[in-house]
């Protein structure tokens, strides 16, 4: 790599950092971190995580995580979004991180971490809503790192698949692409199972509460906005249970389909059918693919970052708070990911007919 090169690279990553970091400083919370704030009150209380308030929808780890967020916070006289920020802002730190790895590192590593680094969709996401999506994202992307060196790194996966569910169940069916399968190396059944029984006892000690995770939990589906198959809804005779059904049909044909691909190409197959198929679906989750969707760039991943960027900068929900008719919606996003996946099926399959 040219030292014009490095120097540019590190220039770009800098204005990426500066951007998260300003986007940071001028946050002034939201309902999540109100909800943050809730949930670290009930646990330096001892009381019931899920009986006491709807607004929490996650395994237990990400509680203790923001109730430690919230003591640090007072220690150091800040506000909890401050420190949630700053740990989000690390994990971004962290991905780019892996996915230079994954990459190859070198130039190419470099150019995928800036990629996914300065990307608007990941930055707003951050800076703006303070998701933290990108923690589960972020184990995620260790598994497949881990895997790539089965079977020495066996543990290492199937930990850093526990420890994606347990943040946030946003990556459950990505343990069923790590089963071998077409030649491809893999976990075994049982070790693939792991991650599921971790994430069931950590609700072991909280059985009391089963009605309110069973309701707030496992039935929580997300925003009821018109979208993707969410439309079915609005028409006149449909069953109400068939969003979820063509949803779990999809996301079962998109795991046997992928255990004939690579696992970051699976695991980014995935990820766009559950936001097309969605039944439920929020702005922030659009954050999904962005980070294994750098690994592989193209004209797919450049018109959803388009598209979705614009969207929460305006959008159905306000965004950043700009009103413009021009920028794309719900439907616009949802076209977007129809577009990347044909295109990403159409550029394997062209690199395949090469090989």
Known sequence: MTRARRVFLAAAFL?????RVALLVRFSGNFDVGSYAKVAEIVRRGGDLYGETHRYNYAPAWAVVVSAAAWLAAMANVSLGSVIGGLLLGTDLATAWVLYRLAGRGRRGAAVALLFFANPVSVITTGHYLQFDNVAILFLLLAILAARRLPERRVGAVA?????????????????????????????????????????????????????IRENVFGYRGGLEVYGVGLLRTLPGVPAWLPMALFLAAIAAVVVIGRRLELARASLRLFLVMLLFTPGINEYYFVWPIALGSLFGGAGYAAYTLMATGFLLGGSLGGLGLENAHLPGWHGVWWSLVFWYAWDERSRARRAAEA
């Not at 204005?15 to 951007?19: F, Q, R, S, V, Y």
């Not at 071998?180 to 009391?208: D, H, I, N, Q």
């Open 15 to 19: 204005a990426a950092l500066g951007l």
């Open 160 to 212: 850093a698949l526990s420890a994606s569910l347990l943040v946030k169940h946003v990556t459950a069916f990505f343990p069923l692409l790590f089963v071998g399968g077409s030649g491809r190396r893999g976990l075994g059944r049982f070790a693939a199972a792991v991650p599921y029984a971790v994430f069931a006892a950590s609700f072991v000690p909280f059985w009391r509460s089963w009605p309110a």
